[in-house]
């Protein structure tokens, strides 16, 4: 079976006659089809270039016209402009085209009006059509793969929610984002609505009302952790700033990797005024769940029938696993209830030094366990980590339960007003959290966090150092030679003027007994006399 292809101009005479002919040839031949393809004139060429560098032709006028063995794989032969198309259809078919000059000015006139017509009709079809933008940074990574279909299916922003797609990396990973923006496309879901690739972070920003960070910042094995902290907070810093520029003022940020997320985290706070300091958060939902998925397997259910589990502090360096407060749902145990009934956990597990021991270096290993059995970095169970926070975020949580999540204090549990620092919270009301406010802390607990404070405060000293304290005053006195010289005659002077009163002072004092002698003899002289 052939189809025929005929593509030109709106406004082409010669494309409204070779229409003609093919519209002919489709009322009188069963088994003939016909495709037209219009272009306006300012896209004509750019398009005519384009078809023929893919297919291998020449050809540099309007209409042209090939044939598609649509029962052979489709594969194209160029038959060439009207004139060739004509020569074809009486050489075959045996029919010819009978338009003359001013028919076919009439028809490319109102071609070129009804190609009108139908741009603006789908311009208008798009503006009612208002997909919200989603960036992705790091595009390449292998976690940005994972989570893409759970976006574009619709499970991360709403059933009803189109998404425009902006896909960054830097400059030598294009290529590879050209083939995944391809990849993506043929995922074919329809609230999918746009997909683009850039190296640009401003146009990567513009317009976003969700952004994820998958920028990892490995540190290298002659950097230290001081400068490789630095080199987190100039990267995420330079990207707060371009947000603050381009991105909706209600963008929702979320970091995520495995480098110091809650200070990276509060220096793009610092450095997007414009953003309310809410809407950046750090990702510990990986973390949290990897802690389940441990309490799970311990306890023989299903890892999402453990919640409530909260991780405290900081997210990739100094946290606490808190499991306390733990529930545990479908539990195999002597008392049964329905899906919504559930048990404490620590109570089922009971074993203190199996919590307190080897749960937390279970935790601590499991990651590093993943990352040697496949032989590279986990990326679905943190694009699931992802996509499950986002999801909550901009829908709302299920009702009752608590996740972690890094945001920026206002001095809950004694966390000083301004530190990013993990803490339980809910997301109830749809694009809101909110920390859980009333739980009691043990003095175990206080000591932990406490901890976990300091780590963090540790790392924001090394970007703002605190000040030193100034060094003791000594007063210092410059004295001329000339007057230490008058000041030691005079010292001397003194001296000696003291020594000879002390002499006098002596030479008139006598010894008492002499004293008494004295006032004896005097005594006699007077009685004799």
């Known amino acids: 079976m052939a189809k025929i292809v005929i593509a030109g101009k709106s406004e082409c005479p010669y494309y409204a006659r070779a229409e003609l002919l093919g519209d002919k040839l489709a009322r009188n031949l069963p088994n003939f089809q016909l495709h037209k393809i219009v272009q306006q004139p300012d896209d004509w060429e750019k398009w005519l270039k384009n078809t023929c560098n893919e297919r291998g032709w020449q050809h540099m006028k309007s209409p042209i ?18 004139n060739e198309f004509q020569e074809y259809a009486f050489g075959y078919y045996g029919i ?32 009612r059509s208002s997909p919200i933008h989603v960036c992705i940074t790091c595009a390449t990574s292998p976690v940005c793969y994972a989570i893409i279909n759970s976006i574009g299916q619709g499970d991360v922003f709403g059933k009803h929610t189109e998404i425009a797609l ?51 910042l490995i540190q290298n094995p002659e950097e230290d952790k001081s400068a490789w902290i630095k080199r987190n907070s100039s990267h995420f810093s330079a990207y707060a700033k371009v947000i603050n520029d381009a991105a909706l003022k209600n963008v929702k940020v979320l970091h995520t990797g495995n480098g110091p997320v809650n200070m990276n985290t509060y220096m793009m706070i610092q450095n997007a005024p414009n953003i309310p300091r809410q809407n950046f958060v750090g990702l510990s939902r990986r973390i949290e769940n990897n802690a389940k998925a441990v309490v799970a397997e311990r306890l023989k259910v299903n890892t999402s029938g453990v919640v409530d589990l909260i991780v405290w502090g900081n997210v990739n360096g100094e946290h606490y696993v808190d499991l306390a407060r733990s529930r545990v749902h479908g539990y195999d145990g ?18 203190k030094p199996w919590m307190d021991k080897d749960y937390i270096e279970l935790v601590k ?20 980590a992802i996509t499950s ?13 608590m996740f972690s999540l890094a945001v920026c204090s206002e001095g809950w549990y004694n966390i000083p007003d301004g530190i990013v620092f993990s803490f339980p919270v809910t997301m109830v009301s749809k694009g809101y959290w909110n920390v859980v406010q009333d739980i009691e802390l043990s003095e175990e607990m206080k000591t ?10 540790s790392e ?42 002390q002499d006098d002072s002596e030479g008139e004092k006598t010894d008492p007994k002499l004293d008494t002698i004295m006032e004896e003899k005097t005594g006699s002289t007077t009685e004799s006399a």
């Open 65 to 82: 016209v090939w044939r598609e063995l649509v029962d052979r794989g489709g594969k194209g032969v160029l038959i060439g402009g009207a």
């Open 166 to 216: 902006h896909l960054l990396d830097t400059n030598d990973k294009l290529e590879e984002l050209e083939g995944l923006k391809m990849e993506a496309e043929d995922l074919a879901h329809g609230l999918l609505r746009e997909v683009s690739v850039t190296s640009d972070t401003k146009d990567a920003f513009k317009n976003c009302s969700a952004i994820v960070l998958l920028d990892d």
């Open 96 to 127: 010819q085209s009978d338009q003359v000059s001013n028919d076919m000015n009439l028809i490319s006139k109102e071609n070129k009006q009804y190609k009108v017509d139908i741009v603006k009709e789908e311009a208008e079809f798009k503006a």
């Open 448 to 457: 932990a966090i406490s901890a976990t404070l300091q780590d963090i405060q």
């Open 334 to 351: 002597a008392i049964w209830g329905p899906p919504s009934f559930s048990l404490p956990a620590p109570e089922m597990v009971w074993d």
């Open 460 to 501: 924001k000293d090394v970007l703002f150092p605190p000040p030193t304290p100034p060094p003791t005053e000594s007063k210092v006195t410059i004295i001329d030679p000339k007057d230490e010289e008058q000041q030691q005659e005079k010292t001397e002077k003194s001296e000696s003027s003291e020594g000879e009163k």
């Open 389 to 401: 926070m986002l999801e909550h975020w901009w829908n709302g949580s299920p009702a009752g339960q």
């Open 365 to 384: 290993t499991r990651h590093e366990k993943m990352t040697e059995n496949l032989k590279h970095t986990p990326s679905m169970s943190a694009g699931g």
